[in-house]
């Protein structure tokens, strides 16, 4: 049973990991991303890549702004 528990567990913080690297939800559904948006996708995100991510000065990342972010290597693409 402790096995079975500990594969489970293990499993769980594997999906979590690969979770972290998909798109990510623009979870209050206002057209653009906010750093606790996009560090769900992204946690090793800091504030300092953010805010060069964030183009327009506006507080907020559009869809736009995430391309060129990816394009740049600022943060990676969804794989």
């Known amino acids: ?13 594997v999906a979590t990991s690969v979770l972290a690297q998909s798109e990510p939800m623009d979870t209050d559904a206002n057209g653009t991303f906010s750093l606790e948006e996009l560090m769900a ?3 090793e995100l800091s504030q300092d890549t953010f805010e060069a991510m964030d183009t327009n000065a506006d507080g907020a ?10 394009e740049g290597g600022l943060v990676k693409a969804a794989e």
Request: hydrophobic content about 60%; cysteine-free; glycine content about 4%.
């Open 61 to 70: 990342v559009d869809a736009g702004e995430l391309i060129v972010a990816q």
């Open 41 to 43: 996708a992204y946690p």
């Open 1 to 13: 049973m402790k096995t079975i528990t500990m594969t489970i567990a293990a499993l769980t913080l």
